[in-house]
């Protein structure tokens, strides 16, 4: 498969069409730059976007594929194949996505309960500091590839600052009774409110901003994704 030759002839039917790179590309839901890129040959065009280009065009996919005109127009028949296989793709790559999600998630809660089920226990977070470390490692390093590779806005598509306040209030304030198990023999009461007080609203205030961070770049990482 030659794409620079499909590149070539993507760009003939779009001349012949008479339309600019971003009239096509208002048609088909992308950005002008995918357009370009399709018909500089540095990427190929999605199945379900193929299957639209061809219909728009009224050319076959398999001319398409070859990078030039050999008579005759996809049948009905063969599109709703094609755009079922598309769709099928796209939810099995979801549905891996969300399995592979949910069980990190499960092994991240459980290492997170061991750790807090020890500093209850023990009443010195210097025992588990190790552990904590760790944690916080893999977390930033699970988040960082869900967000690169654009799964975290396919796992968590209704991701709203609503939603997201009430995780950062939840998530902290159970670290925020810990905290306050940990200073229990070590301080006196009005000390121990007080610095809970200020741990959970610092905390929260940064679990927010966080998860509004990863939504904000996982969408825009999903859309560029998208767009190649």
């Known amino acids: 498969m030659d794409v620079r030759k499909i590149g070539a002839f993507l ?5 012949e069409k008479g339309i600019t790179q971003e009239q096509l590309a208002e048609k088909l839901g992308v950005s002008g ?3 370009s890129r399709w018909e500089t040959g540095n990427n190929l ?6 299957v639209q280009i ?3 065009y009224h050319v076959e996919i398999k001319e398409i594929l070859n990078g030039e005109r050999e008579g005759g127009t996809m049948d009905s028949e063969l599109k709703e194949t094609l755009l079922k296989v598309a769709d099928y793709h796209d939810l099995e790559r979801q549905k891996a996505a969300r399995i592979g999600s949910i069980s990190f998630s499960i092994m991240f809660m459980t290492c997170a309960l061991v750790i807090v ?5 023990k009443g010195d977070l210097s025992l588990v500091m190790g552990e904590t470390a760790i944690f916080v490692v893999g977390g930033f390093a699970y988040n960082f590839f869900m ?3 654009g799964i975290w806005h396919s796992v968590r598509p209704k991701s709203t600052p609503k939603k997201d306040f009430l ?7 159970v670290f925020s009774i810990v905290f306050c198990l940990i200073l229990r023999e070590k301080a006196d009461l009005l000390y121990i409110l007080g610095a809970s007080a200020c741990f959970f609203l610092t905390f ?7 998860l509004r961070g990863l939504s904000y770049l996982s969408g825009k990482r999903a859309d560029d994704l998208k767009d190649r």
């Open 11 to 15: 760009k003939y039917l779009r001349n």
């Open 167 to 173: 995780v950062s209030i939840i998530c902290t304030g």
């Open 45 to 50: 065009p999605d199945l379900s976007i193929l």
């Open 33 to 35: 730059r995918t357009v």
């Open 204 to 210: 929260s205030a940064v679990t927010f901003a966080v």
């Open 147 to 149: 967000v690169k590779s």
């Open 117 to 121: 089920i020890q500093v209850i226990i």
């Open 54 to 56: 061809a219909e728009f």
